[in-house]
């Protein structure tokens, strides 16, 4: 790893920490594909929907943990 390489890592990781986390989710996912893997890619579809899951259903999973 070069120099240039370290310094272009260190500045995506600084940049992930400014982003909300439904672009995390994104994110990882695009990540992984890139790498070629098909179980990662099948783990990110599910955890996408996850994520959709809770923002759309936010107010039930609240009043849920309030009860």
Known sequence: MTIA???LKEQIL???????E???VETLAYVQAQRGSPAA???SVFLQAY???KQTRAEVYR???DS
Not at 15 to 20: F, K, Y
């Open 41 to 43: 890619t099948q783990d």
């Open 22 to 24: 439904a672009a995390l």
């Open 5 to 7: 390489n370290a310094t």
């Open 51 to 53: 994520e959709q899951s």
């Open 14 to 20: 600084a940049e992930l920490d400014h982003l909300p």
């Open 63 to 65: 009043r849920l943990a």
